[in-house]
């Protein structure tokens, strides 16, 4: 689905959208409507953290800023996570 139907979609839902290049790295986008967020960048999976030879899965912080290309926001195959 295009950017404007999946954002519709994922604000009537509380969801996220991403489309198949970002979620295979990790990364989804939670649409807001508030003045200090606009839209979150939020991990999809854990990161491994290896200490003392133990791994454990860490989530990263969800990050505030997005840039879209053109080509992001032409994209047909956002969807909702």
Known sequence: MNIIEAVKKALQENKAITNPDDLEGGIAFLPTNSDCFGIVLMPTE????????????????????????????????????
């Open 46 to 81: 854990p990161i491994l953290d290896r200490k003392d030879g133990i791994s454990t899965e860490v989530w990263q912080a969800p990050g505030r800023f997005w840039n879209p290309r053109a080509a992001d926001l032409l994209r047909e195959d956002w969807e909702i996570v």
